[in-house]
């Protein structure tokens, strides 16, 4: 009996070496028959391609299992965190919960119960057993479908509200959203103390190592309502240095220059004013004026 072929069942199939015998004897007599029927010279070394191997061992199960019941202890289980021990207590054919691990380990994720049918040895019956008892916790894709709610018919464009204020989300929630994790939700969290809040989700771009995939969710879930959320003003007439240069948008050097115009000239009036500051460019003047007060 060929070896290879005896520890290839028991490696992929987690059998006994009696059971894994057994198999190999049944895989050899169905071989030799092909053989016989066909007259194509059969060559041993295809006993150890994986793909043959497992269509005959699949076959040969579905034909001697009653496959429409894998077993009278199945339960509610995800196929992307369930554990291969409780698929084989539930009766799953190890060759199923086999392939089932190997396409986990892949990167593979279920996202529906169909996609279980693409499992290479998941035959009909098998899912049918399997199929009720199911249950896919959401992943992003589902779950923005889910917490989405459309807007009515006659508005503009039946977009899909966005669930929360992204001045008013704590880092716990931020945590759900996918990619972002209790680094990036704090890193969020600070950057908004700084600014003095968001006035713009593109804003989000300028956190530290956010990656734009996670930008383009989280946009997805969040707005931005100046109404209800105003941000912090900053008094450029009475703030001191480092009072200034605490904003993101203000270096050391335009704080200080700030004051010394101020200083100079009296108070500021209007935007105008700040314009006169020689460090001030035009891009800085953009992103700080929602932020100034007078």
Same mark, same amino acid.
Not at 157 to 179: C, F, H, M, Q
């Given at each position: ?100 691990? &190997? +396409? !986990?380990?892949?990167? %593979?994720? #279920?996202? /529906?119960?169909?996609? =279980?049918?693409?499992? @290479? ?68 969290? &600070? +950057? !908004?103390?700084?600014? %003095?809040? #968001?006035? /713009?989700?593109?804003? =989000?771009?300028?956190? @530290? ?82 932020? =100034?007060?007078?």
């Amino acid at each position: 009996m060929n070896k290879k072929l005896i520890q290839w069942i028991q490696f992929t199939f987690g059998f006994s070496r009696t059971e894994a015998n057994a198999y190999a004897v049944f895989i050899t007599l169905l071989m030799a028959t092909h053989f016989i029927i066909s007259r194509i010279t059969w060559d041993h070394t295809s006993m150890e391609q994986p793909e043959l191997l497992d269509s005959l061992v699949t076959n040969w199960y579905a034909q001697t299992k009653d496959t429409n019941a894998p077993s009278t202890t199945l339960k509610v289980f995800d196929p992307n965190t369930v554990s291969d021990d409780s698929l084989t207590a539930m009766g799953v054919p190890v060759f199923v919960v086999s392939n089932l691990m &190997k +396409y !986990r380990k892949a990167g %593979g994720h #279920f996202k /529906s119960a169909e996609d =279980l049918r693409k499992l @290479y040895g998941m035959t009909d019956s098998i899912w049918q057993s399997l199929n009720q008892w199911i249950r896919i916790e959401p992943g992003i894709d589902v779950q923005r479908k889910r917490e989405q709610t459309l807007v009515p018919n006659n508005s503009d464009s039946a977009k899909p509200l966005k669930e929360r204020d992204l001045n008013r989300v704590d880092s716990t929630w931020l945590i759900g959203i996918y990619g972002i994790g209790p680094v990036l939700s704090n890193r969020i969290v &600070k +950057y !908004r103390t700084l600014l %003095g809040g #968001f006035y /713009s989700l593109q804003q =989000l771009t300028e956190v @530290y190592n956010l990656p734009a995939e996670t930008i383009k969710i989280l946009k997805e879930r969040v707005f931005v309502d100046l109404a209800n959320s105003p941000v912090d003003k900053l008094d450029l007439n009475h703030a001191d240095i480092p009072g200034l240069a605490r904003h993101p948008y203000i270096s050391f050097e335009l704080a200080r220059a700030i004051v010394s115009y101020r200083d100079q000239h009296g108070q500021f009036r209007d935007m105008e004013d700040l314009k006169r500051i020689h460090l001030m460019d035009d891009s800085t003047y953009l992103k700080l004026s929602p932020y =100034l007060d007078f």
